[in-house]
């Protein structure tokens, strides 16, 4: 077996004047669109696989799920999505970062678009199944594409407003779940939305968003680099002066090829790669139990099904503005500080919404009042989470890394939890105490163990200083 050796961070001077030259692009509608197209994809990627946890309840009546189905439909996606999610950290770097997310986005829409077609458990199993797969790579590759689009200081700009596009849809669709609760066939018009964007999003983001000039350099394809980087100044408005292919010295880039995948593992780099994951752990695993589970929890904890459908809205809506401050904050306090004030954040929102059923007719309110605290908080963390992971890794590995680091956080966040926890969730206290447990953790794993990444994405990513 091949051994995992030292991983060589040095970077050639040319990355590193290509990253200053795109850093130094004035903010502009063309980053305002590039973020726009970039939020829609969220935007859609998030209806589509949110849906698992109002499909849980809509469909079981009509369809007849059993016990069994009702595992499958909550884990099942989840489980694929990380399988596809490794299929796509496999090819990524190698393959664009866009035709990844293009890849992912078609495959989604059209499986949401046939769920109005589903007549039995087993057919509504395999859709999400292959949705779930075919999201692997759609969720995840937008980060990658905008750490190396977007100048330095604004990669928190378009976290936030990634992740509040994310949130927004989180919101929507348990609204909508909840107006449609009285109709029994309410799972079928629930996913029109999601389903009818295939018509749309993958042209926008064919037309709309421009590859990687980092990932055509460090591939060689110097001139590439330089085009497209002068493509955007000229679309910025000519506001800076154009990029040379002289302006980055010699390329050696690909004199050794890409680094292999096992470079993820490597001394100098395993430390990095596990401070990602575990951070998005943490932060994942309080989203899916909410995501996935809590509308079932609260019904099996005694609350009416259309109240249980508007916490879960009103929960994603707090994290909205939630997601608005921790962006803010990412370049005040930095990445590591945000997310463990995002995590600690969370506890006396926790606590309340795990004692709410002892406060007698006050319940409502106590739960409404812990909700709130808990989106504002925790599942506002991604802003600050999936930018950090990706800045975790150098160019020759980002693709590859964000990916995998996602879809492996998803197989202990995403399917191992709701898996134990969909058994308990009639107890306050295992399933909100569970989620106060993980939070506590994850505070402390970046403040402990990570590092800080803001600034110059090949200063922080690869070891080398920026120039002055």
């Known amino acids: 077996m091949a051994k995992v050796g030292s991983f060589d961070r040095s970077v050639d001077a040319g990355s590193v004047a290509l990253g200053v030259k795109l850093d130094s692009i004035p903010f502009s509608g063309y980053h305002v669109v590039i973020i726009a197209i970039l939020a829609l994809v969220g935007f859609v990627e998030g209806y589509d696989l949110v849906m698992t946890g109002s499909l849980l309840l809509l469909a079981k009546q009509p369809l007849h799920l059993t016990g069994s189905d009702i595992r499958w439909l909550a884990v099942g996606p989840t489980l694929m999505l990380c399988i596809g999610g490794f299929l796509s950290s496999a090819v990524s770097d190698h393959w664009s970062r866009k035709t990844v997310m293009l890849i992912g986005v078609i495959a989604t829409t059209f499986l949401t678009l046939l769920i109005p077609l589903v007549q039995t458990a087993r057919q509504l199993i395999i859709l999400r199944l292959l949705t779930g797969f075919g999201a692997g790579g759609a969720v995840s590759a937008a980060f990658p594409i905008a750490a190396e689009l977007m100048p330095a200081q604004h990669r928190r700009t378009y976290g936030a407003v990634y992740e509040m596009a994310l949130a927004s849809s989180f919101t929507i669709v348990p609204f909508l779940a909840f107006l449609l609760a009285d109709n029994v066939e309410a799972f079928r018009p629930l996913a029109l939305p999601g389903g009818l964007a295939v018509t749309v999003v993958p042209v926008l983001v064919y037309l709309?968003?421009?590859?990687?000039?980092?990932?055509?350099?460090?591939?060689?394809?110097?001139?590439?680099?330089?085009?497209?980087?002068?493509?955007?100044?000229?679309?910025c408005g000519s506001r800076v002066s154009p990029l040379t292919v002289a302006g980055l010295g010699e390329s050696d880039y690909r004199r050794g090829g890409l680094p292999p995948y096992w470079s993820l593992f490597a001394h100098g780099q395993l430390r990095w790669t596990l401070v990602g994951i575990l951070a998005g752990v943490c932060a994942g695993t309080a989203y899916f139990l909410i995501a996935v589970l809590l509308p079932k929890a609260?019904?099996?904890?005694?609350?009416?099904?259309?109240l249980s459908f508007g916490l879960s809205s009103l929960i994603f809506f707090a994290s909205i503005p939630g997601k608005a401050f921790t962006g803010f904050l990412m370049e005040i306090i930095g990445r590591r500080w945000t997310i463990a004030y995002a995590l600690a954040g969370?506890?006396?929102?926790?606590?309340?919404?795990?004692?709410?059923?002892?406060?007698?007719?006050?319940?409502?309110?106590?739960?409404?009042?812990?909700?709130?605290?808990?989106?504002?908080?925790?599942?506002?963390?991604?802003?600050?989470?999936?930018?950090?992971?990706?800045?975790?890794?150098?160019?020759?590995?980002?693709?590859?890394?964000?990916?995998?680091?996602e879809s492996f956080g998803r197989l202990f966040a995403g399917v191992l939890a709701p898996y134990l926890m969909e058994p308990h969730t009639g107890s306050a206290t295992i399933f909100f105490g569970t989620i106060l447990a993980v939070v506590c953790v994850g505070a402390f794993i970046p403040v402990g163990f990570g590092r800080e990444t803001v600034g110059q994405l090949e200063a922080v990513s690869e070891g080398v200083p920026a120039p002055a």
Not at 223 to 235: E, F, H, L, P, S
Not at 298 to 306: E, N, W
């Open 208 to 235: 709309g968003i421009p590859e990687s000039p980092r990932w055509h350099l460090r591939r060689g394809n110097v001139k590439a680099a330089v085009d497209v980087v002068n493509r955007i100044i000229g679309r």
């Open 346 to 405: 969370s506890i006396p929102g926790l606590c309340l919404m795990l004692l709410a059923h002892q406060a007698g007719e006050y319940a409502t309110v106590v739960m409404v009042a812990g909700s709130l605290i808990t989106g504002f908080t925790v599942l506002s963390a991604f802003t600050a989470t999936r930018v950090y992971l990706s800045e975790q890794f150098p160019t020759e590995l980002r693709g590859r890394g964000h990916i995998f680091g």
């Open 298 to 306: 609260l019904s099996d904890q005694g609350a009416a099904v259309s």
